[in-house]
């Protein structure tokens, strides 16, 4: 798997944390510590690399920490590298799960955008992030 790291900018927030990356305008992440605001960039940036790889988009190679100016209207708590591990080869398995909850799966995934596996991949991301913390 490949691993790279994008610089990040945390700024200091009305209640907590954000946090914005100078090579993805858009994908933003908060938190209400500094810690959660962190994973939570590393989950939003894994999320929406995600969904430019399944769109076909090209990556952009990572900026230096220091290519944005500091913007003086900011309160920039600091700069950092949050770490992306990028997607591999999808590879397609064979599950067994109880017919009920194929469809709740498959009406929620359909509700949200999403197919089956894209669902389930983020629910399992979801979950090993979770149990990560733990």
């Known amino acids: 798997m490949l691993t ?4 990040a900018i945390v700024e200091r927030a009305e209640t907590g944390f954000g946090v914005c990356f100078l090579d993805f305008p858009g994908c933003v992440a ?3 510590t500094l810690d959660l605001a962190l ?3 590393e989950e939003a940036l894994a999320f929406h690399v995600e969904g430019m790889i399944e769109d076909g988009e ?16 900011v309160d920039e708590v600091l700069r950092t590298l949050i770490h992306l591990d990028l997607p591999g080869q999808a590879r ?20 949200a ?11 399992a ?10």
């Open 4 to 7: 790279r790291y994008y610089p």
């Open 30 to 32: 908060k938190g209400d």
């Open 39 to 41: 994973l939570h960039a």
């Open 58 to 73: 090209t990556l952009p190679t990572p900026s230096a920490l220091d290519a944005a100016p500091r913007d003086p209207e």
């Open 92 to 111: 397609a398995i064979s599950i067994t799960l109880p017919e009920h909850l194929i469809e709740r799966i498959d009406r929620a995934s359909r509700n």
């Open 113 to 123: 955008g999403h197919n089956r596996s894209s669902f389930l991949a983020e629910g």
């Open 125 to 134: 991301r979801r979950l090993l992030a979770e149990i990560g913390r733990g």
